[in-house]
């Protein structure tokens, strides 16, 4: 269960913690907090000291609704971050991006990760990551993030799910992805209500049988604030009880903006598992 990120090797039968950093001016949790290199590097640097193995680099939001962002200004956002923190941080860079050009760029500049919420579908991102080298996570999504909340609707939501990671994977591996570097997101809150979000929470250890290991969000997500009735900044709480189920079924990454308080939940939840 090794998995190799440019410089650093990690156990993925154990549960790390990613940090979120959005540098974009619209994310929908800390848009335009840390756009600026200078903030972007100071919050980094803490997540790295609150314990994240992974600081997450994305240069285009993801939320419902968001604004595109041209190939020149994603690189423009993303690259100075990723170099900075390759040089002086000792974090794995993962970069949040379905843009070929993006992972090429932020590969050569010390990512280790290319975590993809359109699974590799745009063009030249297959050959892209084939070409990087490095993981690769493939997500789901059901349709795209402008419009993917308008309607989702599926028959069966783990099965169709499973089938689609699958289907990814298998075109991955054939475009020169090795296999052993997928690494694959159920895609929390990305065309989906939030009675598919709970089914896949429920059920999570189904997708970990796919043979990979699994990456989590939703930290902050509007699914908890559907279930809670809170705001985005007061759902750590459920944040926190969302990522310890992630870790008890098995999820070997997880992502967030509040990496201390989840490195804690992530501490009990293994300790448990251990001891069973």
């Known amino acids: ?51 994240a193995a992974f600081i997450d680099v994305g240069g285009e939001s993801t939320r419902p609704g968001a604004a595109s962002v041209s190939v020149q200004e994603e690189l423009d956002r993303v690259c100075p971050v990723v170099e900075a923190i390759s040089r002086e941080l000792d974090a794995i860079v993962s970069v949040d991006t379905s843009t070929p050009a993006v992972m090429t760029q932020a590969v050569e500049l010390g990512a280790g990760l290319v975590n993809d919420v359109r699974a590799l579908q745009r063009d030249g991102a297959l050959a892209a990551a084939a070409t990087a080298g490095v993981p690769v996570c493939i997500m789901h999504i059901q ?17 169709e799910v499973g089938e689609f990671l699958s289907q990814r994977v298998r075109v991955a591996v054939q475009a020169g992805v090795c296999a052993e570097n997928i690494i694959l997101d159920p895609g929390f809150g990305f065309g989906k209500k939030l009675e598919h979000n709970l089914r896949l929470l429920a059920s999570l250890e189904q997708l970990r049988a796919l043979g990979h290991p699994l990456l989590v969000g939703m930290s902050r997500k509007s699914m908890l604030g559907n279930i809670t009735g809170r705001d985005v900044d007061e759902r750590l709480p459920a944040s926190l009880a969302a990522a310890t189920i992630s870790a008890m079924k098995g999820a070997s990454i997880i992502r967030v903006h509040d990496v201390r308080e989840t490195i804690d939940a992530v501490k009990v939840a293994t300790a448990v598992k251990e001891a069973d």
């Not at 650093?8 to 290199?37: A, I, Y």
């Not at 402008?146 to 939501?157: F, G, I, L, S």
């Open 143 to 159: 349709g795209e993030p402008k419009t993917m909340q308008d309607r989702p609707e599926y028959q069966n939501v783990m099965r």
């Open 1 to 51: 269960m090794e998995m190799k990120f440019a410089r650093r090797v990690l156990d993925m039968s154990r549960c790390h913690v990613m940090g979120v950093l959005n540098v974009t001016p619209d994310s929908f949790s800390d848009g335009g907090r840390f756009n600026q290199l200078d903030m972007a590097l100071f919050r980094a640097r803490q997540m790295v000291s609150d314990g």
